[in-house]
């Protein structure tokens, strides 16, 4: 039985609400759902959540490190930190922003590794590694980023967000791609509400000189 056959029963009386109201709910009955089978260590929602997020994930992951090998290792890693610690996640918010938090810690636990750099310096440096690799994380379902541009769009995004600082990025695609609000971001990069309104910002006026108008109009409609 999947997450949202799960909880589908507590959801009918709701539909009176309105589409928010109901999709807010589900969103809450699903994250609560996902943190009891994890405190149950439940194998088969392990798998579930793997199929559901990982081109999510990976996407992040690549875009965080520009480096494919690097983030495919953290992957890895990345589920086994749900599989060991899965009980910490109490289903108070929504399980990506806790996996992207994980990601995020690992990334920033393996650069310090290699680097012995500070934490500001790791997220500040503009000296990113490997950019040539290929940018293939694709998924079935499509962001709203994915439903209003085209291929040739969204190939010469990614391209230019390569060139932009990785705390400018991360914002970027967590909002853009990943559909993150800006107060989920706030916890998954452990910053000021206002911290990643100003990345955004600047992360936004980065891109205006690497893109052609009509596929930033695209972004900045979103």
């Known amino acids: 039985m999947s997450i949202s056959e799960r909880v589908s ?12 109201a109901v999709a807010e709910e ?16 439940d194998a088969g929602l392990l ?26 290792d953290l992957f890895q890693e990345v ?23 994980i990601a995020r810690n690992l990334v920033i636990d393996q650069r310090r590794k290699r680097t012995m750099s500070s934490l500001d310096e790791i997220f500040e440096s503009n000296n990113d590694e490997d950019r ?11 962001t709203p980023f994915d439903r209003l541009s085209n291929l040739e769009d969204r190939e010469r995004i990614a391209s230019a967000l ?11 695609v967590l909002r853009f791609h990943e559909d993150l609000s800006l107060e989920e971001i706030s916890k998954v990069t452990r ?9 955004l910002y600047r992360g936004m006026a980065a891109l205006k000189p690497k893109l052609e108008k009509s596929a930033l109009r695209r972004l900045e409609a979103m």
Do not use: C
């Open 162 to 172: 390569l060139q932009i600082d990785t705390l400018h990025r991360e914002v970027l």
């Open 79 to 101: 589920w086994m930190r749900v599989l060991v610690r899965g009980a910490q996640f109490n289903g108070q918010a929504r399980f990506d922003t806790w996996l992207f938090t």
């Open 9 to 20: 029963g507590s959801l009918r009386p709701l539909f009176s609400r309105g589409a928010n």
């Open 191 to 199: 910053a000021p509400l206002s911290t990643v309104k100003s990345r």
């Open 132 to 142: 040539g690799w290929s940018f293939e994380a694709t998924d079935d379902d499509p």
């Open 26 to 41: 589900q969103v809450r009955q699903e994250s609560l759902a996902v943190s009891e089978g994890l405190k149950r260590q």
């Open 47 to 72: 798998d579930e959540l793997i199929v559901k997020h990982q081109h999510r994930l990976l996407r992040y992951l690549l875009y965080l490190t520009s480096n494919r090998e690097m983030a495919e």
